[in-house]
């Protein structure tokens, strides 16, 4: 970790491919979480009456029990998010956020659970006081619970495609003949991941040709494992030309929706 602070995530593979992210600033961060704030809130009020009958009937203990439930239910469903929506809430969705692991790799749901649990440190004693004095001062603009966890929170990318087509010129994908399972690929990969990847076929004559093997058989391997393609279909086929075939299928319907 650099000692000076920076604008940006700069990661690098063992295998000689970098790439940077622009880390996000804390306007939108707080932005962020008055939009998730509002949002649980509001579904909140499906259980109101029930705390509240607690707190009545309850005494000392039904209100500790409320306050429990209300701060089970509101991390929760930051956990939630960011678990299922790969590092994003509501909020960071529409603030274009993205909360990851500050090495590159993959976010563990360890570190979703961390992170959110110290989110009440990071609190104190108002208006996120403590964390916002100890992302002024770390390189990364990391609140309490980002240090704990080892993660930081971006910007997501828009990426663009100006080297697919000659990466991919006259290429045949024998991903397209299943193209539910495209759409499902399409899902699962994030935007930084199909960055890399393009990265490395743009890049792939830069690298020694041992570092070009493990990397595309890292990134194939990876590929592979988030949907299962049937085995007639990537017969024959090396791990750099399925990671092709993976950057083709994700670029093509991008470049269609842009």
Known sequence: MNASRTATLQIA????VSFSLPLAGPFTRAVAFFIDFV???????????????????????GVGLAILIQFVCMEGARMAMELLWRGQTLGKKVMGLRVMDESGLKLRPSQVVVRNLLR???????????????????????????????????????????DVASVLAGKY?????????????RQKVGPEEAQVALNALVRREELTPQARI?????????????VKFPEETIHGLSDEQYVRNVVETIFRRRKGTD
């Open 13 to 16: 593979t063992p295998e000689g």
């Open 39 to 61: 949002a649980i809130m509001a579904a909140m009020n499906v259980i109101a009456p029930i705390l509240r009958a607690m707190q009545f009937l309850g005494g000392d203990t």
């Open 120 to 162: 009440f440190v990071d609190m104190l004693p108002l208006f996120y006081a403590v964390g916002g004095l100890v992302a002024l001062f770390t390189p990364r603009s990391q609140r309490l619970g980002d240090l704990a966890a080892g993660t930081v929170v971006v910007r997501t990318l828009k990426t663009t495609p100006p």
């Open 173 to 185: 994908n024998s991903l397209r003949d299943h193209p539910h399972l495209e759409a499902r690929l």
């Open 214 to 226: 493990t990397l595309f058989e890292n990134l194939a391997t990876h590929f592979r494992e988030l």
